[in-house]
């Protein structure tokens, strides 16, 4: 006899329209083998935001990050170009670079076990003794790259070189942000904070993407944003949520004076795990990474860049709500779901999907689960 597991897998089918859909199974939250597919089919073959130009400013500079359980570096180049490649000697599978950014001290890239060295185009430059070794070859040997393009000043990155480029299929949500600022890759991080989340990513990415569960959930957010303003659009790889907000309430006092439009929250989300969010009040704004680290587990950063990378009164109130009310609220949320996910008595929920598309409509999170869906079924037995 079929475990439910497999039932689950092997006979998933998901409804293409939002008003009469149901999620994805359950088991998708948890199963390991669901996970592998998706970092096979998704994080290897989807564009992932890693940082900020201005985060590697100078030749040499350089951030790591992992896709999952894949370690790549982003390099800033003398001619001041951006470069991304794995982040993996070719000898011993060290990682070329172990903290988290800095400066590279020569013009090679040196691996602190063996000291193989490489150049900025990701060639082998050298390896200790290897005139010794008998048929090898330095000219054969490469760091395998990574697709990259800068959008917004954020570079984004993706394993598959073949991708289809980002920005076209992203531009009128990055039109819409640029109208309100239109300097951002001129800005600069100002401050950070991770949450580790004991839950899978599409449940944080499904939190993220309705605001169903802002009146019972998040009484100082439905205090800033008068949610009968609020209103949320999905297209292609990409959604756009947001309302007007108040300018005296709980979560942050706004600046008196602002007009309606400057008055307006914004999350811009971009498949498969970034958004990027504007609290009005201030000019800054922040990215929000939820990158998936293991099948229930995922790596929550909340990184807001400025003009100048200083918070002023209005930014550090709102990091203050983030860092301290409102994320810690998701979190709590979305931990508690993963535990019921495992329940036998759940199997999938339907989707609240009304024909206004009104503030409580949860069509993104569809959007979201027909995209993991479309980017597996060719791999799904039985599908």
């Known amino acids: 006899m079929s475990s439910r597991r497999d039932i689950n897998i092997l006979q998933i089918d998901f409804d293409t329209n939002p008003e009469t859909a149901s999620t994805l199974p359950s088991t998708t939250y948890y199963d390991h083998h669901w996970f592998e597919l998706e970092k096979r089919h998704i994080f290897r073959q989807s564009w992932r935001c890693v940082g900020h130009v201005n985060d590697i400013p100078d030749d040499g500079d350089y951030l790591t990050v992992s896709i999952v359980d894949h370690p790549v570096f982003v390099l800033r180049c003398e001619d001041g170009s951006i470069r991304a490649f794995h982040n993996v000697c070719k000898h011993r599978a060290h990682p070329l670079f172990t903290e988290s950014r800095g400066r590279l001290k020569s013009k090679l890239i040196t691996c602190p076990y063996h000291a193989w060295a ?106 800033l944003v008068d949610m009968d303003t609020y209103s949320v659009e999905a297209s292609g790889i990409w959604s756009w949520q947001g309302g007007i907000c108040r300018t005296e309430n709980s979560a942050y006092n706004l600046p008196a004076g602002l007009t309606e439009s400057e008055r307006e929250f914004v999350t811009f989300y971009v498949w498969p795990d970034v958004a990027f969010i504007l609290f009005p009040g201030s000019r800054a704004i922040a990215s929000f990474v939820f990158g998936a680290t293991a099948t229930e587990s995922t790596h929550q950063v909340f990184s807001v860049y400025t003009p100048d990378g200083e918070l002023d009164q209005t930014s550090r109130e709102i990091y203050r709500y983030f860092s301290e009310v409102l994320g810690p609220e998701d979190v709590a949320l979305v931990e508690n779901v993963q535990k019921g996910l495992h329940s036998t008595s759940y199997h999938r929920g339907r989707f609240f999907v009304d024909p206004a598309r009104s503030y409580y409509s949860e069509h993104a999170v569809h959007q979201l689960h027909g995209l993991v869906f479309d980017h597996l079924r060719n791999f799904i037995p039985g599908s």
């Open 118 to 223: 490489y150049d900025r185009s990701g060639l082998l430059h050298s390896a200790p003794h290897c005139e010794s070794i008998r048929g090898f070859d330095k000219s054969a040997i490469q760091l395998d790259a990574l697709k990259v393009e800068s959008i917004m000043g954020f570079i984004f990155v993706n394993h598959n070189l073949d991708a289809d480029p980002l920005a076209p299929q992203i531009s009128p949500g990055v039109e819409r942000l640029t109208r309100r600022l239109p300097d951002l890759e001129n800005f600069h991080l100002a401050e950070s904070v991770t949450f580790d989340i004991a839950a899978n990513w599409k449940n944080v990415g499904d939190n993220l993407l309705e605001c169903y569960h802002c009146q019972p959930a998040h009484r100082a957010f439905v205090d």
